[in-house]
Structures are given as structure tokens and as C-alpha cells.
């Protein structure tokens, strides 16, 4: 399966990539809701959530710890960000590709609107 993101990973299409090696890419948010908006995505074409299987749980571990090393880069870190995960449509996924997406550099209030 091809998808936006897979296009983005391969070159075939632009991307403000910050972090790529052979199973993550990470590259910044084309519509930020912060000063800093990164999405890091496995490599694989994983849709969603629900579609992990035990052979993906180093690279679900490894989209953590990329946060973590893009949080610092960005220097977000200490002062905190928020990571995200939407799967399927009621939880808000546009793109049909796993991805967290690493968000701060400001306050970022309430985690959810009523």
C-alpha cells in the first residue's frame, strides 16, 4: 500500500524530514498546531493502530523513543510536550499510515474540547 507519508519516506514527494534511518522517519507537521509539530511514522505502512502485530513492537517502541530524541533536538523537552496517536475515523486519523505526532513549544491547554 502506498500512501501519502510512504511518498514523503521515498523522496517521491517533499518533506521537511528531521530524523530518518532504516525503520522511522520523522518530518514536520505541513499544518502545525504549534511552534513544533512532528510526525514520526514506521517506515512499513502500518494503517492503523489496531493493525500492530507482535513482529512491529520494536519499531512502536522505537517511534517512542525518536519522540523523546526529537523532544530534546527541539528543545521542548523540559518544559513538556504532548504526543498523539488517532486511530481510525472517530479518533481523528486523516492519514491511513501510523504516526504520533510530537507537539509543543508552547502551552497546549486542555487535552480535550467538550
Not at 518544559?79 to 505526532?101: D, K, M, P, S, T
Amino acid at each position: 500500500m502506498t500512501t501519502l507519508f510512504s511518498k514523503i519516506i521515498s523522496g517521491d514527494i517533499p518533506g521537511d524530514i528531521v530524523y530518518q534511518d532504516d525503520e522511522v522517519t520523522a518530518f514536520r507537521d505541513i499544518n502545525p498546531q504549534a511552534p513544533t509539530h512532528i510526525l514520526i511514522v514506521p517506515n512499513k505502512v502500518i494503517p492503523t493502530v489496531n493493525d500492530l502485530t507482535d513482529a512491529d513492537q520494536m519499531v512502536a517502541g522505537k517511534l517512542l523513543l525518536v519522540a523523546k530524541k526529537l523532544a530534546a533536538d527541539e528543545g521542548i523537552a523540559e518544559n513538556g510536550y504532548r504526543l498523539i496517536i488517532n486511530c481510525n475515523a472517530h479518533g481523528g486519523q486523516e492519514v491511513f499510515h501510523l504516526h504520533l505526532h510530537l507537539i509543543g513549544g508552547r502551552p497546549l491547554g486542555p487535552m480535550l474540547a467538550h
